[in-house]
Structures are given as structure tokens and as C-alpha cells.
């Protein structure tokens, strides 16, 4: 059974959460981007799996704890994954707290892999740039 890419998502950002890269990388096109060129720290775009892997090194030497949670999945096309997420962080070496910070991220799927992935630290420019009405404008 083929899977649809809210399901890919999911079980990618699912590992990602955990830490499981083995088994997130699969989820990921070889050529994969993941942008993350809005956020205000250490703003980069990552591309392939070995940048996917060094992404995750990153937060893991900054943060002493980043935990992710998956709230809603919402699928905007059949190729297009809106997904948002709550995270806590407690930085390595100064100690510093975010405390549920929101954020999403638009997947992009084909062919059964993910090819891009942006990240919104503000949830209403990622409704905007899905088409979606942002439910607090509602």
C-alpha cells in the first residue's frame, strides 16, 4: 500500500522527534531541501541527507533539550503537508528556556519521498503561503 504524504510526514517527523535518523533519512528524496532560511537563529537551507543529519547535530550541540510536538497535520493538496508544532528547548551552555514556542512547516511530497520542507517560525506566513486561512483570522 502506497502511503500519502500527510503519512510520509508524519512518520518522518515522528523519527525526527525522537531522534531516529536511520529512520527519517528514507522519508527524504537524496536531494531533498530543507529550508530554514526564516529562522532568526543560524538561518540556513539544508540539501540532502547528510545536511539533514548535520541539521540535526546542530540543534542537538545548541540545545541541552529540544523537544518537538506534532499538533495537527493538515494537507493542503495531495503533494503539500502543513504541519504544526509546539517546541520546548533548553539551551546547552547558556541555560536559556523556550517555552512552547510555536511554528510550522510546509512538506512537499512526490513520488513517495519528501523533496522540500520550509520552516515558519510564524504560523500565519505558513497558512498564508499554503492558501489556508489562518483559524485565529477566522
Known amino acids: 500500500m502506497e502511503l500519502t504524504a500527510t503519512e510520509i ?38 540539501v540532502g541527507h547528510e545536511e539533514l543529519r548535520r541539521f540535526s547535530a546542530e540543534i542537538d550541540a545548541i540545545w541541552d533539550v529540544f523537544d518537538v510536538t506534532l499538533e495537527d497535520l493538515i494537507e493542503i493538496d495531495e503533494e503539500r503537508v502543513l504541519v504544526l508544532m509546539t517546541s520546548n528547548a533548553r539551551g546547552r551552555s547558556s541555560g536559556i528556556e523556550l517555552v512552547d514556542t510555536k511554528a510550522a512547516t510546509i512538506f512537499t511530497v512526490r513520488d513517495g519521498q519528501i523533496v522540500h520542507a520550509k520552516l515558519y517560525p510564524e504560523r500565519r506566513d505558513a497558512f498564508s503561503e499554503a492558501g489556508i486561512p489562518h483559524p485565529e483570522t477566522e
Not at 508524519?10 to 532560511?37: G, I, K, N
Open 9 to 46: 510526514v508524519r512518520r518522518a517527523f515522528e523519527a525526527w522527534a525522537t531522534r531516529d535518523l536511520d529512520e527519517m533519512v528514507p522519508y527524504y528524496h537524496p536531494d531533498a531541501v530543507y529550508d530554514c532560511s526564516l529562522r532568526i537563529l543560524n538561518p540556513e537551507v539544508y
